[in-house]
């Protein structure tokens, strides 16, 4: 059982104004892939750095699986970690690279080679157990670092932005192999990223943190669909959703303009669609690709807004435009079919199904009436 508990854990550095990690309460279950993600400074490291034991815990309780290990030495908390920087032994060679490790803790030669031969096998290394780290490409000794973590058969995987060296190609490439390993070894994964790319692809659920705090923890599906408030609404996508500030009036919603021209109102019975809020002053959010230029299926209900198209950026199999609509910016990704020139004047058509509302006084999600709940 490798489940991870986190009870209220404070972490505040020895000298610093206020708390890197705020009272977090995590429950992360046993063989589940979770990805801490957030910005840098958040406090992802520092949080993954107090399973490890690397970090002294200020206040509350770590515990892997039934064990508080607050104050348990790093080497008796059956975990392994991957980092950034996975320094190999330039002058050993991948077998013994792999060995290392287990040589240390005294285990027999034998089970050193089968561990070895194992984990050499998943991440396709066999061929290259006799060379040294300089005659292998970036990749491979990634890999050597990963089965290093390996062959110490751990309850928990700790990854520490292990593909942030790799070049872009190589990271799509990795990300699947270790998705697969995980798949594979059905061990307990937390993955420490700023990429908010890896954390959709990679996790079971994913945790985002911003100032030491925990903003959602979810399924990848869930975060995106229904982001708990404005961060993580604009965090997670790219390009990220557009946000306005609106206004509730008796008819519906206003949207003040930008540029000062005044506002732009729709009629729409903002109570049919949205439920659990009083407030008048909201922002109102829509995902770029779900913007639909100059609509003409009159089934697919939507709020419209004149807009001047400001840039076009074709990127093959979407487009992305640049709208400026009532003085504000907005992202359109759409499809590479719909054609429009820089100047065009065109109508953003915002689907009634598709837009959130978020609170402007504490940027929480308000919820839609038929999706029960929050
Ligand atoms: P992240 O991994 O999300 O980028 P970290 O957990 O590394 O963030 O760091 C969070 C904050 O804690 C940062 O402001 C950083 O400066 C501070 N911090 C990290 N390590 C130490 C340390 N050893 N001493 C003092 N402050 C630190």
């Known amino acids: 059982m490798a489940s991870i508990n986190f009870s209220k854990v404070v972490k505040q550095y020895e000298g610093a104004k206020e708390a890197t990690v705020k009272g977090i309460d995590l429950f992360i279950r046993d063989k589940e892939f979770v990805v801490l993600v957030g910005p840098s400074g958040c406090g992802k490291s520092t949080s993954l750095r107090m399973i490890a034991g690397l970090e002294d815990i200020t206040d509350g309780t770590v515990t892997i699986g039934d064990v508080v290990v607050n104050n348990l030495p790093p080497k008796d908390r059956d975990i392994a970690m991957v980092f950034q920087n996975y320094a190999l032994y330039p002058h050993m060679n991948v077998r013994e690279n792999l ?7 005294k285990f027999p030669r034998s089970e050193i080679d089968k561990r070895v031969e194992e984990a050499a096998a998943i991440l396709g ?19 050597v670092a990963l089965g290093r973590a390996i062959v110490r058969e751990p309850k928990v995987f700790l990854m520490d932005e292990p593909l942030s060296n790799l070049d872009a190609k190589l990271r799509v490439q990795m990300r699947a192999e270790i998705k697969k390993l995980h798949q594979r070894l059905k061990t307990t994964f937390v993955y420490v990223t700023h990429d908010q790319v890896e954390a959709m692809t990679m996790a079971d659920r994913i945790v985002l943190l911003h100032e030491g705090i925990i903003q959602q923890y979810d399924i990848p599906a869930v975060i995106y669909e229904k982001p708990a408030n404005v961060f993580v609404a604009t965090f997670i996508g790219s390009p990220p959703m557009n946000i306005f500030k609106v206004n509730r009036t008796d008819k519906g919603l206003s949207m003040p303009a930008k540029d000062g021209n005044g506002n732009h109102s729709w009629d729409m019975a903002v109570n049919e669609h949205f439920t659990g809020f009083d407030d008048k002053e909201l922002f109102m959010g829509i995902r770029p ?5 100059d609509n003409q299926d009159k089934s697919v209900p939507t709020l419209q807004l004149p807009c001047r198209v400001d840039l076009i950026e074709p990127m093959g199999a979407e487009t992305y435009l640049y709208l400026v609509g009532n003085g504000h910016s907005i992202n359109a990704r759409v499809d590479p079919t719909v ?15 598709a837009f959130h509302l978020f609170k402007q006084s504490d940027t929480r999600r308000i919820a839609r009436k038929n999706e029960g709940g929050a």
């Open 99 to 105: 060995s290392f490790g287990l040589k240390l803790r």
């Open 125 to 143: 290394l066999t061929e290259y157990l006799d060379r040294l780290p300089k005659a292998l490409s970036g990749g491979q000794r990634q890999r």
């Open 289 to 293: 690709e779900h913007i639909l230029i």
């Open 339 to 353: 054609r429009v020139q820089v100047g065009q004047q065109v109508t953003a058509h915002i689907p009634v199904a």
